[in-house]
């Protein structure tokens, strides 16, 4: 089955205060703000999602909460522990149907786009280096979600989807 | 949660189940969409338990009672595989609703009140001839706005009356699905004439307790 997958890292985040568990570190102001006009121009691209999948990790949260306007109504989100760890066959399980969206964290998201696009394993050594992705940053890849099996179709700065949303207003 | 995993005591799959419909109405006060299937599957999945438990233990002496005690040990093996796996869903909901920032008050009382516009509307519906499916809506929305209430630590005993009613009529409805609907209790049971008896009943209490509390919980 064909999925169009967006890969997106969270958004800004505030540092860990002492003793903060890492877990529990919220969006800043700015960040929440910026990946919201990011979230404009991916709208303004056309993206839609049935599926939304996030690390339960409340940065992951609070930036797929700014995913929300782009569900579809019978969309669904799901909080999934396989995005707070490196990729995992469970992971791909997940990724059910039509448009997903994973929100998570690197460097296990660029490992992930670099599995399922070249068929790379962290594991296995070599000098494959993993695609980077900043804050708020999206990869959009398409194909069966599998290792080696999907395209990478754009590597979305935040900056760019904010000037994208910003020129349609 | 140890209670409802042990599985002696149904209370506990049944205070589970609360605490999932609580923190969803906490959710709701903050207008907040993520987590939100996530506790909508978990009630999905410990609901047929928690229906199983009642009928049953409602039932002891029935002839069908062993059909039930199967379905309802299946479906306790898949509840309780949900919440032991680690790496499931359950334990990323839990570990989310861990680190979630509480909701500012002003919020919440905006939500609050969109919760009651929610029970307004739905309420409408019950003029007439009102279907099992509008009462149904009726009793989901009465139950966010009462939990949505008690998160802001207001008490309403219209709230609970009319929850109350409507949860009975519910606990009837499912009682009449899942024995006369789908011909586990055969023509002639005692169990099934006094469950059809029941839901007229339930159904016109609940529609009185609507008449006489809905005009008050509904206006701001």
């Known amino acids: 089955m064909i999925v169009e997958l967006y890969v997106v890292r969270h958004a800004v985040a505030e540092p860990a205060g002492p003793g903060q568990d890492d877990a529990a570190r919220p969006l800043t102001a700015d960040g929440a703000r910026e990946f919201a006009r990011a979230v404009a121009g991916l709208a303004t691209l056309g993206v839609r999602l049935d599926l939304l999948l996030h690390s339960p990790a409340l940065r992951a949260v609070e930036t797929a909460e700014l995913l929300v306007p782009l569900l579809e109504r019978d969309g669904e989100t799901r909080v999934t522990p396989s995005l707070a760890r490196a990729p995992s066959p469970e992971l791909l399980l997940e990724i059910a149907r039509g448009r997903v969206a994973l929100v998570g964290h690197e460097p296990w998201l660029g490992e992930l786009a670099l599995s399922l696009c070249l068929g790379w394993d962290p594991a296995g050594g070599g000098d494959g280096r993993p695609i980077a992705l900043g804050k708020g940053s999206v990869a959009w890849l398409s194909g069966e979600p599998r290792a080696g099996a999907m395209s990478l179709r754009a590597l979305w700065p935040s900056r760019a989807l904010r000037a994208v949303g910003k020129r349609a207003r | 949660m140890p209670v409802a995993l042990r599985g002696e005591d149904a209370e506990g799959v049944h205070q589970v189940r609360v605490c999932a419909g609580r923190l969803a109405a906490w959710l709701a006060l903050g207008r907040r969409r993520i987590l939100w299937d996530d506790l909508s599957w978990l009630r999905r999945i410990l609901g047929p338990v928690r229906d199983l438990d009642v009928l049953i233990s409602a039932h002891r002496s029935a002839p069908w009672l062993p059909a039930l005690e199967r379905e309802h040990r299946e479906r306790r093996r898949e509840l309780v595989a949900a919440l032991r796996d680690r790496g499931g869903r ?122 006489r509390l809905g005009a008050g919980v509904a206006r701001a």
């Open chain 2, 90 to 211: 359950f334990a990323g909901l839990v570990a989310a609703l861990r680190v979630s920032r509480p909701i500012e008050a002003e919020r919440a009382r905006a939500g609050l009140e969109h919760l009651r516009r929610r029970l307004a509307r739905a309420g409408e519906e019950l003029e007439g001839d009102a279907d099992l499916e509008a009462l149904h809506r009726v009793r989901r929305r009465l139950r966010r706005l009462r939990y949505g209430s008690e998160w802001l630590g207001e008490r309403r005993g219209d709230l609970e009356e009319l929850q109350q009613a409507f949860g009975d009529l519910n606990d009837l409805a499912i009682a009449h699905r899942r024995l006369v609907a789908s011909g586990i209790a055969p023509e002639g049971d005692p169990a099934r004439a006094k469950i059809e008896s029941g839901l007229a009943e339930r159904r016109a209490a609940a529609l009185e307790a609507w008449s």
